[in-house]
Every structure is written in C-alpha cells, then in structure tokens.
C-alpha cells in the first residue's frame, strides 16, 4: 500500500486546509518543488497535488509550479487536482509529466465528462468523491450533493477510471483518525482501487489501513500529519510495506 503526501498550493504555497476552508489554512513552505523533494528523498512513490486555488476558480490556478515539480521529479507519479474542467487541462497537464488527473466537481455535475475523458486519456482519470455522510460534497466542499457516494463510485467505475479517491471530509484535517469503515464499504462495493484521504494521524492509521489493503484499499493520501510531524513518512511507508508485503 502506498503512502502518498499531499501538497495543496494556495497562491504558489504549500498549505494544509481543516475541513477544505480556505479560511482556516497553515501555511508549510513558499517552496513546493523543495517540499516535493522531501517526500521523495523520504521515499514516495507517487505525490498528491492540489491546486486549491484552481478548485474554487474553477481553472487551473497554480499550473506553472506543478509543472515544475513534474519536471523537477520526472521518475515519479504525480496526481493533480483542483480546477480541472476541460480536457484541454488535462492534455497540458499529462504532456507536462503528470501522470493522473483527478476530477472532483465536474465528476459529480457532469458524469459524462468522466466518460469522455476515459475515452481520450485512458489510464490517466482518477475521480474524487468527498463525501459526507455517505453523500457527496462538491465545489471545494462547500455544498452536500443528493447522491450517493457508492453509487457514483460504482458509475465511474463502469466509466473506465483507474481508482476512486475517497475523503471523509468531516475529518480531513482535523486528525482524528481515517474512517475505516466508510472507506472499507466503498471498497468491497467496487473492484478499481479506492485510495484513502482524509483523517490519517499517525502510525496506527498506517496498520489499520494496511490490515484491509486487500479490500482494494491500495493506497492512503496524508497531509497535515506527516507536516506537523505526528506521523513520519519513511517510517510510515516501511510499515506499510511490511505489512502488505508490497515494495
């Protein structure tokens, strides 16, 4: 199972959100493309990249530092989302060296684009579903959609899409703890891989997440955590991979 940092940029800075409010942000470095490299020397084996700007504009915001951490670190997977509404983003984003796309928003108020976009990029799509409640937010949080996130899980699965990324949003940022079950039920419902986000805390996150890899949990993306320092990456990872047996 692979541990995967996030980077969130707000204004060309790598800040962490409590609850997605833009208002309430703890700013962790003006050098994204140095923080990139922390997680790599640290071991990563993908990163996780939001344009937080771009999410709430509707548009790529901060595309020009993640395309320099793409080139900075052209070995390693990248993931970005945030703004991405076209499939032009995506094109210029995969030709820049990402190697996923995530669409959130438009997942949820556009299905078919999910499909479109499968079509002309497979391989590449990954959607988000932040959900709350067993329903699913959109636009950067702020609004709680009617639908369901295992159905809408199920939808895009169907569609093509390589893994579902999953956010609790009630506890992202707020280190209380990943929410297992919630994350476990989406898994079994469906058979791409469900990457984790939301809540990791600590080492016991790690094992617990890694006692249900075989669920289809592949993956578990952290942030405050391993920037406040109550989780350590490298260690992290090493756990992860001995439990799971994956390297």
């Given at each position: 199972?692979?541990?995967?940092?996030?980077?969130?940029?707000?204004?060309?800075?790598?800040?962490?959100?409590?609850?997605?409010?833009?208002?309430?942000?703890?700013?962790?470095?003006?050098?994204?493309?140095?923080?990139?490299?922390?997680?790599v020397?640290?071991?990563?084996?993908r990163?996780?990249?939001?344009?937080?700007?771009?999410?709430?504009?509707?548009?790529?915001?901060?595309?020009?530092?993640?395309?320099?951490?793409a080139?900075?670190?052209?070995?390693?997977?990248?993931?970005?989302?945030?703004?991405?509404?076209?499939?032009?983003?995506?094109?210029?984003?995969?030709?820049?060296?990402v190697?996923?796309?995530?669409i959130?928003?438009?997942?949820?108020?556009?299905?078919?684009?999910?499909?479109?976009?499968?079509?002309?990029?497979?391989?590449?799509?990954i959607?988000?579903?932040?959900?709350?409640?067993?329903?699913?937010?959109?636009?950067?949080?702020?609004?709680?959609?009617?639908?369901?996130?295992?159905?809408?899980?199920?939808?895009?699965?169907d569609?093509?899409?390589?893994a579902?990324?999953?956010?609790?949003?009630?506890?992202?940022?707020?280190m209380?703890?990943?929410?297992?079950?919630?994350?476990v039920?989406?898994?079994?419902?469906?058979?791409?891989?469900?990457?984790?986000?939301?809540?990791?805390?600590?080492?016991?996150?790690?094992?617990?997440?890694?006692?249900?890899?075989?669920?289809?949990?592949?993956?578990?993306?952290?942030?405050?955590?391993?920037?406040?320092?109550?989780?350590?990456?490298?260690e992290?990872?090493?756990?992860?991979?001995?439990?799971?047996?994956?390297?």
């Amino acid at each position: 199972m692979l541990l995967i940092p996030a980077i969130d940029l707000k204004q060309g800075k790598c800040v962490r959100l409590r609850q997605g409010k833009m208002d309430d942000e703890t700013v962790f470095s003006d050098d994204p493309v140095a923080m990139a490299g922390r997680w790599v020397e640290a071991g990563a084996r993908r990163l996780h990249i939001v344009d937080l700007d771009g999410a709430f504009a509707g548009e790529p915001v901060n595309a020009g530092v993640i395309h320099q951490i793409a080139e900075a670190y052209p070995d390693l997977p990248i993931q970005v989302g945030g703004g991405i509404r076209h499939e032009d983003t995506v094109q210029t984003y995969l030709e820049a060296g990402v190697q996923y796309c995530i669409i959130g928003t438009k997942a949820v108020s556009a299905p078919h684009f999910v499909n479109d976009l499968c079509v002309e990029f497979p391989g590449h799509i990954i959607v988000g579903l932040d959900a709350k409640d067993g329903k699913v937010a959109i636009d950067g949080w702020s609004k709680l959609s009617h639908h369901d996130v295992v159905d809408m899980a199920k939808h895009f699965e169907d569609d093509g899409v390589e893994a579902i990324i999953f956010t609790d949003i009630s506890r992202d940022g707020m280190m209380k703890g990943v929410n297992l079950e919630s994350t476990v039920e989406l898994a079994q419902a469906i058979t791409i891989p469900v990457i984790a986000s939301g809540g990791i805390t600590n080492i016991e996150d790690v094992r617990k997440l890694s006692a249900v890899e075989e669920e289809g949990i592949t993956g578990a993306i952290t942030g405050r955590a391993i920037y406040e320092g109550t989780l350590d990456f490298a260690e992290g990872q090493k756990l992860a991979d001995e439990l799971t047996g994956s390297k």
